[in-house]
């Protein structure tokens, strides 16, 4: 294995940062966290740009001499490298290919930005919040058909497609605001299934640190 450490750069309300760390915290490798000044627009200046990530996104991990971004193939590569949520087959392959971009797009991608204007910034325009709430709604009447028959993502098995998916679900739930106890109990079971995975911590607990300010 190539030589240097192992780094997250983070900030403790990034649930796409919590893929990274769930992914290393459930395959036993340790990580540094790198916490960062998201609130305060760090990652917005063109010093981080050039120096960190031109994407302007946390999270990054400082990976065996390399610094990726991107939480799909980060996910991706490391499964591989640690043989542990990855495919056996193409038809997997293919699955965990295709839950991952939904999550990306759809699922982390309406939640993360939802969830950071309602509970994070001070006012957030009512009908932006309204679009996204209409199309989480959505995303999450697609998972909640999707586990009422299937144990993980993919199948029997928990991939990484799950420990995508999870991102923004399993911080408390008062900050994005749904009771998915009352409304989604096949979202619910799921979840509570990764929980019992060897390993598991919750969000707060793995992403510690400077929390940014709450304004609901
Ligand atoms: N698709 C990216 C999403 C990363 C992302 O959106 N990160 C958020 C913080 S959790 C961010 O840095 N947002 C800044 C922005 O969108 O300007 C990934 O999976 O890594």
Redesign the pocket.
């Known amino acids: 294995m190539a030589a240097g450490a192992t780094r997250l750069h983070y900030f403790p309300e ?4 919590y893929k990274l760390a769930l992914m290393l915290r459930l395959c036993g490798v340790a990580f540094e966290g790198v916490w960062t000044d ?1 609130g305060s627009g760090v ?2 200046t063109a010093d981080w740009r050039a120096s960190v990530n031109q994407m ?4 990054v991990l400082e990976w065996q001499g390399r610094s990726l ?4 193939p980060i996910l991706l590569r490391l499964a591989e490298a640690y043989g542990r949520f990855g495919a056996i087959n193409d038809d997997d392959r293919y699955a965990i290919l295709r839950w991952l971009f939904w999550d ?1 797009h759809k699922l ?1 991608g309406y939640m ?1 930005v939802y969830r950071y204007l309602r509970a994070f910034t001070p006012s957030p325009d009512e009908h932006v919040l309204g679009f996204l709430r209409k199309r989480i709604d959505d995303c999450l009447r697609v998972a909640e058909r999707h586990f009422e028959t299937r144990r993980f993502a993919i199948g029997d098995a928990p991939s990484v497609a799950d420990l995508s998916m999870v991102g923004y679900l399993l911080f408390p739930s008062d900050e994005a605001g749904y009771d998915l106890e009352r409304s989604h109990p096949a979202v619910v079971a799921w979840l509570d299934r990764v929980r019992q995975l060897d390993g598991w911590q919750a969000p707060y607990d793995l992403l510690p640190g400077q929390r940014l300010r709450r304004y609901r």
């Open positions: 990034s649930g796409n940062s998201f990652t917005r302007g996104e946390i999270p971004t991107q939480t799909g990306n982390s993360a």
